[in-house]
């Protein structure tokens, strides 16, 4: 069986929000929540890089082990789903998630909340598949319609992967052999560049990246 | 010379200003450093983004065009730390101290049972509470029996009462429970401060306490160690419960009850293990209190419930102050006669 992963490449993401946009237009998405967001580090310096970032579908899922009542569940295909019918809007999950994933539809005195809302990997909830109910809470199924998120589909940029974890990492490991360099987070550049010199291996001219 | 000493202590003042405020940039050196990091990286090994890589999980603001709270942190990693000490440590050690608690006060009752007076009683009424301070009293005590439940329901109706009652019944349980928790929150705080105006009076250091200390309060050896109108256990709950743990409770509870004002998350991380914690000692310490109040002691409860004590009880167990009522220092009460059916059975 799949394991439902995100994947951002940060060396494509050009911050453009399509990810976003697309969720909301997607899902209905109310006022005041967004279930995905982009975050630009060192914004304005030479080589920032931004990141979209959501629901995460951890393997050992934070909001699912705080959850007092219970509500998050894991489907087959590693999605992390939660049942709004069961969700009292107590925010525990909002405080263990790293990802600031869950979002509450109000953040009121006397911790009003209402029911948390985040990304279902365009999943949907407990009800029938792309019944009304189903829409009305958590959005379209697009997963029960051999669909991938619609975020991921509609990044222009290629730069946010959604699907099965075997085939982004294929891809992204083709990106990095085709680049010559890795994800600068194992240090690549950092081992082989010296200062004051070209890049060990400078990116494929012309070539697919 | 005076006119010198005093221009060149202004100077002095506006110089140490100066290099002050020099050294307090409005951003965060921490995060301008990575920034120049950054910038410096590009020119020595372009593509290389190491710094950019390492502020990944520093839970720092970024940048993002999306309003809200806190949105434009990547990783808050401390709400990992958060959800270990609360599923982990503070309810498996707090959980059990409560536990430990319910079974040393049946064990003592089993023990020693209820404390009778030793002496029939008189017939004769002492008045031991206004009906101001009993309602003071039992407004606070009906509000904490309601946190202490709704909070524990919240806290561990997943493990023991979910597996009993199902998925259905206990949400909607538990979010009576919440709503309860939130709204009788603020009440409990505003009849903490009416019992503090209420009986610190009377919960000042007084002489017989340090013998009641070096008794251990006649516990364990079923003695009545004369005190006056507390004792000193009595002293010790309303310090260290009610005033201590009634204000970490308070303010942190507040935190968490009110979200709308900005706070971040790992302000409300902070508040609910403090809350947490603070909370299972009181509602141990309570238990301790209710027991006292209830069937360890006979004729406390009454003197809750009608305001008046018989003046055997007054004398056993609060010599010094049944002496000071008898000299007429202590005024006799706004009740002339106590009701009628609060007389001895």
Known sequence: ????????????????????????????????????????????????????????????????????VDCFYKTE??????????????????????????????????????KMDKCTFCAGGPEANNSEEEFRKYGRNRLAEGKLPACAEMCSTKALLGGDGDVLADIYRQRVTVRGRGGDVWGWATAYGQPGQAPAQAPAKGGKS | MRRTITRAGVALLASAWLVAAAQSPAVDPKQADLATAQAAQQLSQPLNNQPVWKEVRSGAQQYTSLPGRETSVLIQPEGQTWRAVRNGQASVYGGWLLVVVVLSIAAYYWRRGSIPLSEPPTGRKVRRFTTGERVIHWATAIAFVALAVSGLVILFGKNVLLPLIGYTLFSWLALLAKNLHNFVG??????????????????????GDAEWIRKGGGLLKGEHVPSHRFNFGEKSWFWFGVVFLGIVVGVSGLVLDFPNFEQTRATMQIANIVHLVAAIVFIGLSLGHIYMGTVGVDGALESMRSGYVDETWAKEHHEYWYNDIKAGKIPAGDEAEPPMRHRPA
Request: aromatic residues 10%; charged residues 20%; glycine residues 8%.
């Open chain 2, 186 to 207: 603020p009440v409990f705080v505003v009849c903490t401060i009416l019992m503090f105006l209420a009986f610190v009076r009377d919960n000042v250091w007084q002489q």
């Open chain 1, 77 to 114: 295909e590693g999605v992390v789903l939660h049942d709004k019918d069961l969700c009292i809007g107590c925010g525990y999950c909002f405080y263990a998630c790293p990802f600031g994933a869950p979002q509450f539809p109000q953040t009121g005195a006397f911790g009003v909340r209402g």
């Open chain 1, 1 to 68: 069986m799949a394991r439902m992963k995100f994947l951002c490449d940060a060396e494509r993401c050009i911050e453009c929000n399509g990810c976003v946009t697309a969720c909301k237009q997607e899902h209905d998405i109310p006022w005041g929540v967004n279930r995905r967001r982009v975050v630009t580090i060192n914004d304005g310096v030479p080589g920032e890089r931004s990141i979209s970032v959501a629901c995460m579908h951890c393997s050992d899922a934070p909001c699912m082990a705080v959850c007092p």
